[in-house]
């Protein structure tokens, strides 16, 4: 039986630090990029909010429904009916992820300080901002559970755009519906793949509806392993990446480190109901896992990366 430590990020500290915790697993959601300036997805604010049903391209119903449904629920329709207009909703991102405007933030750090400790055994997240890769984290430890904006192919026939390339069509053939860039077309047009010319480019996203990476379904049973499991920055209301926090063996650790408490409806308890479940607080992400590193006495960690000081 694992040593029971106690259930406060000081307690799991101690954990990290004892020995007896060897194998760490990590699910991220867009709260770990919010502190470098990417809004997550369903916080006042975030990119469904900036959705307004003015924006899209969506007939009248479906314009109603926004307004009264949450945006997230509509988008999904459009998906299904693959009316969404992905490519103008995400311009900015994308060619702001091309001139690489966003910079790691801690939480992206800590996972690689993870790795360098021996203990990180997985790190699934379900950004596809590409953030964890700039802290030289080994590739093979991250799944991109929705997967990745920075690999871009036709659906028809699987030939692999340069991402440059793309961004390229992406400025000139792409309406700009948030009105920021003066340069951008007035209206849409085809980004047609230069190989079977099918108007199908688009990045290795998942969008929803779609399937996984099937390595996310192999990897769900190595979580049975893990000693402490990290669920950082995530409403945990996706499936199936939210089911990450299930696969954990029953003494397994779990430290969620969110605004506000997530995953009651996936059994993660909170307060006094909390027999191995941890929340850091309403604090940041970058905030908390400031507090654990100075807890482990990794600051040494943090100095030698220039841009966080
Ligand atoms: N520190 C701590 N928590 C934060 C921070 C922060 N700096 N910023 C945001 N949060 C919290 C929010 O309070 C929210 O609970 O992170 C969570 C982000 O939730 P979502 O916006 O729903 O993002 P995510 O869980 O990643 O969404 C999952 O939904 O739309 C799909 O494909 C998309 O991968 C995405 C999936
Ligand atoms: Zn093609």
Not at 143 to 162: D, F, I, K, Q, W
Request: with cysteine; net charge neutral.
């Amino acid at each position: 039986m694992k040593p029971r430590p106690s259930l406060d990020l000081a307690g799991t500290a101690e954990f990290l630090k004892s020995g007896a915790c060897k194998s760490v697993y990590v699910l991220t959601g867009a709260g770990a990029s919010t502190g470098a300036g990417i809004p997550d997805f369903r916080s006042p604010g975030g990119m469904y909010d900036s959705l307004r049903p003015e924006l899209i391209t969506a007939t009248e119903a479906q314009r109603k429904r926004m307004r009264m449904d949450p945006v997230n629920v509509v988008m999904k329709d459009m998906f299904f009916q693959n009316q969404f207009p992905y490519l103008e909703v995400r311009r900015p991102f994308i060619l702001g992820t091309q001139q690489q405007q966003w910079k790691a933030t801690l939480t992206h750090w800590f996972m690689r300080f993870l790795e360098e400790e021996g203990l990180l055994k997985r790190l699934f997240t379900q950004n596809i901002d590409g953030l964890d890769y700039q802290t030289g984290i080994s590739p093979e430890l991250v799944t991109n559970v929705h997967g990745s904006l920075a690999r871009v192919s036709c659906e028809g026939c699987g030939y692999e755009m340069p991402f440059d390339d793309f961004c390229a069509q992406v400025r000139t053939n792409v309406k700009d519906i948030y009105r920021t860039d003066p340069t951008a077309p007035a209206e849409s047009s085809n980004i047609n793949c230069p190989r079977c010319n099918a108007p199908l480019v688009k990045p290795n996203t998942v969008l929803f509806g779609s399937s996984l990476p099937s390595e996310f379904f192999e990897q769900l049973d190595d979580l049975n392993g893990a000693d402490l499991l990290i669920v950082a920055g995530t409403s945990l209301v996706v499936s199936p990446a939210n089911s990450v926090v299930m696969y954990v063996a029953k003494d397994c650790l779990r430290l969620i480190v969110n605004k506000e408490p997530v995953g009651q409806d996936l059994g993660i308890r909170y307060g006094k109901d909390a027999t191995r479940d941890v929340w850091a607080g309403e604090v940041s992400c970058d905030e908390a896992f400031l507090d654990l590193i100075k807890m482990l006495g990794w600051q040494d960690k943090v100095r030698k990366i220039k841009h966080l000081l």
